[in-house]
């Protein structure tokens, strides 16, 4: 098990001699290691047991960190730079030579962010160099959302969490690639695309749920738990499922005769967002074989929490 607490200080002492720090993110927890040190770049695919083809996000503590990492920036990226970082939306740029082929898995682009945790603000204050971290749970399985999800899960492996309390948001961030001309839509999360269209128009989309995913990484199952999930009408599956041992994922409503978790009592999509991992991991501790869940209106952040619940049922 790795030490918990809130002390910057000593965070920044382990990144700068090549450990590996358990994050904060306003979105989800990540596991960080300084992105200018190879081996301790190496150490996180091998803490989380993460293939090599998939590439790492940076983080960066302003904007203005981002410049010497990249090519160029793109009119349209600069303007959703300026309008949402820092905060859960991750850009995918032309690299520059200082970020390595390892972090961006032999592509010539990288994925940056400008992450809105006031602790993890702090700690990115005291270093000089900007850090990887992917979310921190083992390949597969869902992100977590507090440092005790994290320090059950790769406590072993690192060596100090930072304990930000649970996640705001709770899903992981928006990312929106700029490899081409038209800005792309990877992967649908912690921003709504609705908002992101309001400043640079409609983007198209290529996300796990398109017909043409390209997130490395993501045409697997990424995020299914243990148990299996099977997503639709709650009341149909329900009676489907009769002779199975079922446990009720639902929106709003209440299911008494089952073990039942409910994302958001009064029906808000940002509730749900910030509760559903902590659900799915919830069943784990169930003495129940099958999990039923139904979808969220498909609008807002809606659209990442089907996305995270369509994968989660995907066996
Ligand atoms: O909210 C988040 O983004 C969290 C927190 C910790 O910041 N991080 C996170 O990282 O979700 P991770 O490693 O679990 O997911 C990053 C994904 C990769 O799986 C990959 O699909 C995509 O970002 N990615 C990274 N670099 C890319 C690139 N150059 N081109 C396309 N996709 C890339
Ligand atoms: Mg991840």
């Known amino acids: 098990m790795a030490k918990i607490g809130l002390d910057t200080t000593l965070a920044a002492n382990v990144l700068i001699t090549g450990g590996l720090v358990g994050i904060p993110t306003e979105t989800v927890y990540g596991v960080a290691a300084n992105a200018f040190n190879q081996q ?5 695919f091998k803490a989380k047991n993460r293939p090599a083809f998939d590439p790492l996000i940076t983080h960066i503590k302003n904007q203005l960190a981002v410049e010497p990492l990249v090519k160029n920036i793109p009119e349209k990226a600069r303007m959703l730079m300026d309008k949402f970082w820092p905060g859960p939306l991750t850009l995918v740029l032309p690299k520059s030579d200082k ?26 204050d005291k270093i ?15 992100s977590p959302t507090t440092a005790e999800h994290v320090n059950e899960q790769l406590g072993s492996n690192i060596d100090y969490i930072l304990d930000g309390g649970a996640s705001k948001i709770g899903i ?9 001309e038209y800005p792309t839509v990877l992967r649908l999360g912690g921003l709504p695309v609705e908002e992101i269209e309001t400043v640079v128009g409609e983007l198209m989309m290529k996300t796990s749920s398109s ?16 148990k299996s999930v099977v997503l639709g009408n709650i009341d149909e599956l329900v009676k489907k ?36 991992f902590t659900g799915l991991r919830w069943f784990e ?31």
């Not at 940056?112 to 993890?120: A, E, H, I, K, S």
């Not at 992981?172 to 081409?180: G, K, R």
């Open 40 to 44: 301790a770049v190496v150490k996180v």
């Open 99 to 124: 970020i390595s082929d390892l972090i961006s898995s032999g592509l010539e682009t990288a994925a940056f962010r400008v992450p809105r945790q006031n602790l993890l603000q702090d700690l990115l």
């Open 128 to 142: 000089n160099f900007p850090i990887v971290a992917p979310s921190a749970n083992p390949f597969g399985y869902v």
């Open 172 to 180: 992981e961030s928006t990312i929106v690639s700029f490899e081409t």
């Open 211 to 226: 017909s043409q995913p390209s997130a490395p990484g993501m045409l697997i199952s990424h995020y299914s738990p243990s």
């Open 241 to 276: 499922h009769q002779e199975d041992k079922i446990g009720i994922l639902s929106y709003h409503n209440k299911y008494q005769r089952y073990p039942n978790f409910v994302m958001s009592e009064n029906a808000s999509l940002e509730e749900a967002a910030a509760n559903l």
């Open 285 to 315: 501790t169930q003495d129940i074989d099958l999990v039923i869940t139904e979808k969220v209106p498909d609008e807002g952040l809606g659209r990442a929490i089907n996305d995270r619940l369509k994968r989660a049922s995907i066996n």
